[in-house]
T-cell receptor, first 111, second 114 residues
Framework: ELKVEQNPLFLSMQEGKNYTIYCNYSTTSDRLYWYRQDPGKSLESLFVLLSNGAVKQEGRLMASLDTKARLSTLHITAAVHDLSATYFCAGGRGSQGNLIFGKGTKLSVKP | AAGVIQSPRHLIKEKRETATLKCYPIPRHDTVYWYQQGPGQDPQFLISFYEKMQSDKGSIPDRFSAQQFSDYHSELNMSSLELGDSALYFC?????????????FGPGTRLTVL
């Protein structure tokens, strides 16, 4: 059974600083997703990572995948207040389309 | 671009009542997923459909049922509602189950059971 663990669960950052959110998963996962969720809102897709060594970047966010270590990271560069949200990683496996989510990282960026 | 549509957006019910949630996937998406997200929790997979057939089942209570219709929209039927059913219910759609494409989430239905 696929299990996904994120850390930290809470992250308070100052604007302009860098930080990394970690996502470990327990068994082989074909694909790893990162989503952003604002309070009470939907989940917005950020990245889909499909292969070992995959790296994707969008603005101040960069995601990577190491399938051998069963680890994905979401790196935040020079944080700004607008990045405050909860970030979820989720794994998918085989022909089963459903996603298994981590507990989420609640990010708060302060001036 | 067209997104996933869910209705209603908000729903208030009493205990033991029934509720029906609707989901209209992105055009050409054959696969629909339902997730439940409790307050402060991560989304939990309930059930999915591909080409109008149930494709996978998660932690969906026996009191809940769902189906996908010929136009690919899906409905989640919930009976004998309990206080613990209060949550955000998301529908997501993708092109094929288990594929490399993104699952796109709808805006959610906030269900409150009193």
């Amino acid at each position: 059974e696929l299990k996904v663990e994120q850390n930290p669960l809470f992250l308070s950052m100052q604007e302009g600083k860098n930080y990394t959110i970690y996502c470990n998963y327990s068994t082989t996962s074909d694909r790893l997703y990162w989503y952003r969720q604002d309070p009470g809102k939907s989940l917005e897709s950020l990245f889909v990572l499909l292969s070992n060594g995959a790296v994707k970047q969008e603005g101040r966010l960069m995601a990577s995948l190491d399938t051998k270590a069963r680890l994905s990271t979401l790196h935040i560069t020079a944080a700004v207040h607008d990045l405050s949200a909860t970030y979820f990683c989720a794994g998918g496996r085989g022909s089963q389309g459903n996603l298994i989510f981590g507990k989420g990282t609640k990010l708060s960026v302060k001036p | 671009a067209a997104g996933v549509i869910q209705s209603p957006r908000h729903l208030i019910k009493e205990k033991r009542e029934t509720a029906t949630l609707k989901c209209y996937p992105i055009p050409r998406h054959d696969t629909v997923y339902w997730y439940q997200q409790g307050p402060g929790q991560d989304p939990q997979f309930l059930i999915s459909f591909y080409e109008k057939m149930q494709s996978d089942k998660g932690s969906i209570p026996d009191r809940f049922s769902a189906q996908q219709f010929s136009d690919y929209h899906s409905e989640l039927n919930m009976s004998s509602l309990e206080l613990g059913d209060s949550a955000l219910y998301f529908c997501a759609s993708s092109l094929i189950p288990g594929g490399p494409d993104t699952q796109y989430f709808g805006p959610g239905t906030r269900l409150t059971v009193l």
